[in-house]
């Protein structure tokens, strides 16, 4: 069964800082990009952050630039966000989704496989 399992939200005041994870099983992780998408209330899901399969180059939104880091562990096949300087407005919904995409081929526009989601709760 593949599974993406997100975890490490919580409530945070502005300023602070949050990690977040994505397990993966199910699928072989090595080959896969992996994308992190918010979705704020009222708003749609949006992508913000990808790492690719290979040599785990890392993209952001301007937005995230900065102050996110995503990075990979594929022994454990797991992605992390560290999230620092947050802000109110990254109060979200955080997913994280898996795209077929092996030897580095970069980010996905489309993803197969997709976790539950976080709660990020950012307090002015």
């Known amino acids: 069964e593949v599974q993406l399992v997100e975890s490490g939200g919580g409530s945070v005041q502005a300023g602070g800082s949050l990690r977040l994870s994505c397990v993966a099983s199910?699928?072989?992780?090595?080959?896969?990009?992996i994308g992190w998408f918010r979705q704020a209330p009222g708003k749609e899901r949006k992508s913000f952050s990808c790492?690719?399969?290979?040599?785990?180059?890392?993209y952001y939104e301007d937005s995230v630039k900065g102050r996110f880091t995503i990075s990979r562990d594929n022994d454990k096949n797991t992605v992390y966000l560290q999230m620092s300087s947050l802000k109110p407005e990254d109060t979200a919904v955080y997913y994280c989704?898996?795209?077929?995409?092996?030897?580095?081929?970069?980010?996905?526009?489309?993803?197969?496989?997709w976790g539950h989601g976080t709660q990020v709760t950012v307090s002015s």
């Open positions: 199910g699928f072989t992780f090595d080959d896969y990009a």
């Open positions: 790492i690719t399969s290979g040599d785990a180059r890392a």
């Open positions: 989704a898996a795209a077929w995409a092996p030897n580095g081929l970069g980010c996905a526009s489309d993803y197969d496989y």
